[in-house]
């Protein structure tokens, strides 16, 4: 008698083992997997969707003011454009544009008209999800390609306080932004759990046998 109790004492104490083993593994695949679901929304940054002069376009003129359309509503602070020669790098006038809505703008400084050629407008705006976000897009204005310079007197545009270096901000490529690797470990850390749980699962089947 007293050695059947003991067996149903074990067989009861393993069947719990499994099913808490069992248990904590679904948990722990479940928050190691959580991160990973929701990364794609946590880390989607504004991108341009839209503009005058539009990515890639070719105008008759050099356009008044540059205007981008994002997918979201950027942040209205710590926003610059930068416009620049394509082929140098020279970086012609940049400046905090005004926020609309999805719209970021920059009026042209008076006087500035650098001709035909390709240009970059280059960005750094603080995404709808808080993030720094940078990046270009490209227009062309039709004709010759030799720069015209702008008029004698004409003053130099301003630069929004506080920003980087204009060249680095038109230079960006577009989608640069904050890594958004950290959500990994988590995962990883998860993975583990579940490996280690597996493992004892398995010693005290063997022990059992």
Request: glycine share 12%.
């Amino acid at each position: 008698m007293i050695e059947v109790v003991v067996q149903r004492t074990v067989v009861v104490s393993f069947s719990s083992v499994c099913r808490a083993g069992v248990a904590a593994a679904t948990l722990a695949a479940g928050v190691a997997l959580a991160p990973a679901a929701v990364a794609p929304q946590a880390f989607a940054h504004d991108v341009v969707v839209g503009g005058n002069p539009a990515d890639g376009q070719t105008v008759e003129e050099f356009p008044r003011e540059i205007t981008l359309e994002f997918s979201g509503i950027p942040q209205d602070s710590f926003n610059t454009v930068a416009v620049s020669r394509e082929g140098t790098g020279e970086v012609l006038f940049k400046g905090e544009p005004a926020l609309v809505n999805q719209n970021v703008t920059l009026v042209v400084p008076d006087g500035m008209d650098p001709g035909p050629g390709s240009y970059i407008v280059g960005f750094q705006i603080t995404s709808s999800d808080g993030h720094a976000t940078r990046g270009k897009t490209t227009f062309t204005v039709a004709g010759d390609s030799d720069p015209v310079a702008a008029p004698a007197g004409t003053a130099s545009p301003t630069t929004a306080a506080g920003d980087g270096s204009a060249g680095a901000v038109a230079e960006e490529d577009s989608g640069a932004s904050d890594s958004g690797a950290g959500w990994l470990l988590p995962v990883l850390l998860g993975g583990l759990a579940v490996a280690a749980l597996v493992s004892m699962a398995l010693v005290v089947t063997k022990r059992k046998a």
